[in-house]
């Protein structure tokens, strides 16, 4: 990937990450994208073959419980931050034709 | 009774020279009187705190009171605080009340503690200067034209102008160290795993850090003792024993050898900041430890690998965010590609926006190797180094910012000289190493810190070394005039 991203490729990764970028924005997202891989690219001068890549600073691995349902009841509880409800449901728009 | 440390506000508690409720309601009028300045706190829970404190005057009057209870501190809106709003200074979470209480919020309700109120911070903890909130900027009180630093500037905040004795705080590239330098505080992020993250929004799952903002390091160290430790609803948590960070305060640091590495006081440091910080370094030798030049070859790479990673992991912690179970949902949407869309882009201010595009960038399918693994392998490079120096030493000092606290709106155009506000203290975030920053003294009027940095569950050192340093000098005990 280029340092230099283009409004092409700007409006793809937003359609990724479902945010939406208004026209008069994107040159100036463009520039602030540009410049951070610009700072980013430095590690590519560093030889990391062989090197395992480390996801948690001390390698720790997964602890896992028991497969029990530990917590009970809690749909009123969840459903009381929900923008829109109906009969326990949460309501969203219309999604099957 | 706000120019005391909360060892002595302990004290007076206890010799019952006045009551939790009063010294609640002192630190209440403070808030009130002081914080339109400041804008330090997004929600005063004036209520609740005369609640808790009347519930700790009867708890001592029985004989039941330990140590901390009834003292009051802020909280950083990034910790869920159950029937109370928790926002992370965002419009997304403007109106979510938080179903549950996060481990840290419910351990100081244990340990009988008074919560004032929840402070203002940077948007989902991304920023170095508390500027992007959607609450508005906070101010630093030695100096009302500048940043108290970021993300946890309300919390460093609240704290300098004696608005709260403490406050929590979190740390993922430098959350607390930096405003504990901007604002002439002790802040420590302790080892990645020491804290439990169950309740602490998310940002960068691998490198958040809950930790403290205090006067003191006999304070963090009271503090720490209460917040950390295992906790099963966290995956990340670690169970190791919490040592007795008190106890250990007052060991001698005669023999302790102190690394500086070469990379950090080469010619691109501030002549004046370097100045302070080996200063510092030279009143340590005086308490009879060593100084060693050491050498960190790749902590140069510590920003870019931070700023492929962190923005990684906001992209996939921040993608829950969809206006459907909680949170922020816009009006009137056309389809459920619209309601996410729409409510993510009217939710969130623009450095998330710009973060989560840097995330899902480097996560997609063509540069996930060049860009996220290759920083993974750098992030394990980088600790090795950390790994090999301590072989030599046994703790590291560095500056903790490159300058004193700049001016409200001076770097909010150029992200990039923002993000190297950092530089300093990305690197443990990415190796998990516990790091403290204390005050070592002020430059034209405003303070600014030095840093301790200890290998792995060494925070009873770093609290140690910065309390016998806080032994001989008095940095640590000024607060600014107007606050007085």
């Not at chain 2, 005391?4 to 302990?10: D, E, N, P, R, S």
């Not at chain 2, 500037?153 to 979190?170: F, K």
């Not at chain 2, 500086?260 to 910080?277: I, M, N, R, T, W």
């Not at chain 2, 960190?296 to 459907?324: F, K, M």
């Amino acid at each position: 990937m280029s340092g230099n991203f283009t409004p092409e490729q700007v409006k793809h990764v937003a359609r990724l990450a479902a945010l939406n970028m208004d026209e008069a924005s994107i040159p100036t997202v463009c520039a602030a994208l540009s410049k951070t891989f610009q700072l980013i690219a430095q590690l590519q001068e560093v030889d990391t073959t062989d090197v395992a890549p480390m996801c948690h600073p001390l390698d720790a691995k997964q602890l896992l419980r028991a497969d029990e349902v530990t917590e009970h009841d809690l749909r009123d509880v969840l459903l009381a931050g929900a923008p829109a409800t109906e009969a326990g449901l949460i309501l969203v728009p219309k999604v099957i034709e | 009774m706000h120019t005391k440390t909360i060892a002595q506000l302990a004290d007076d508690l206890a010799n019952k020279k006045y009551s939790s409720v009063e010294l609640t309601q002192h630190y209440l009028a403070r808030i009130n009187k002081y914080d339109k300045i400041l804008n330090s706190f997004i929600t005063v829970t004036e209520e609740m705190a005369l609640a808790q404190a009347k519930a700790a005057d009867e708890l001592r009057a029985k004989g039941q009171a330990a140590l901390l209870t009834g003292i009051p501190y802020a909280h950083k809106d990034i910790f869920c605080t159950k029937g109370i709003k928790t926002t992370c200074a965002s419009k997304m979470l403007d109106n979510f009340i938080a179903p549950y209480d996060a481990t840290v919020t419910q351990k100081l309700h244990d340990a009988g503690m008074v919560m004032l109120g929840k402070t203002n911070m940077d948007e989902f903890a991304m920023g170095s200067s508390n500027e992007t909130s959607y609450y508005g900027p906070v101010k630093n009180p030695w100096d009302i034209t500048t940043v108290p630093g970021g993300s946890s500037g309300g919390s460093a905040a609240a704290v300098a102008g004696r608005l709260a004795p403490m406050s929590t705080g979190t740390d993922t590239g430098g959350s607390i160290r930096q405003p504990a330098s901007y604002c002439n505080l002790t802040g420590l992020k302790p080892t990645y795993g020491r804290v439990s993250r169950w309740g602490m929004i998310a940002f960068a799952s691998s490198l958040d850090h809950g930790g403290v903002l205090a006067q003191s390091a006999e304070d963090s160290a009271l503090l720490m003792e209460e917040i950390s430790g295992f906790d099963a609803k966290d995956s990340t948590s670690v169970n190791t024993v919490v040592p007795n960070y008190k106890a250990m305060l007052n060991n001698s640091i005669k023999g302790l050898k102190i690394g500086l590495p070469k990379e950090f006081f080469c010619g691109k440091l501030d002549s004046v900041v370097a100045d302070k910080v080996n200063t510092a370094a030279k009143a340590l030798e005086k308490l009879g430890a060593s100084l060693h030049e050491i050498t960190l070859p790749n902590i140069g790479l510590s920003i870019p690998a931070y700023y492929v990673i962190a923005p990684a992991e906001c992209s996939t912690n921040l993608s829950r965010y969809d206006g459907v179970r909680f949170g922020y949902r816009c009006k009137d949407p056309k389809d459920l590609n619209d309601l996410y869309c729409r409510s993510r882009s009217e939710g969130f201010g623009s450095e998330v926006k710009r973060r989560i595009l840097i995330g899902t960038m480097v996560l997609s399918a063509d540069s996930y190797e060049a860009y996220y693994v290759k920083a993974q392998q750098v992030r394990r490079l980088i600790r090795e180094d950390f790994i090999q120096a301590y072989q030599q030493v046994d703790l590291i000092l560095s500056p903790t910012t490159t300058s004193v606290a700049f001016g409200i709106g001076e770097k909010s155009n150029d992200p990039i000289t923002m993000y190297l506000s950092d530089l300093y203290t990305a690197a443990t975030n990415l190796a998990g190493l516990p790091s403290l920053s204390l005050p070592a003294g002020f430059i034209n009027d405003l303070p600014i810190g030095f840093q301790l940095i200890g290998n792995h569950f060494e925070e009873g050192l770093l609290l140690n070394t910065a309390h016998q340093y806080q032994q001989v000098t008095d940095w640590h005990l000024q607060m600014p005039k107007e606050f007085q």
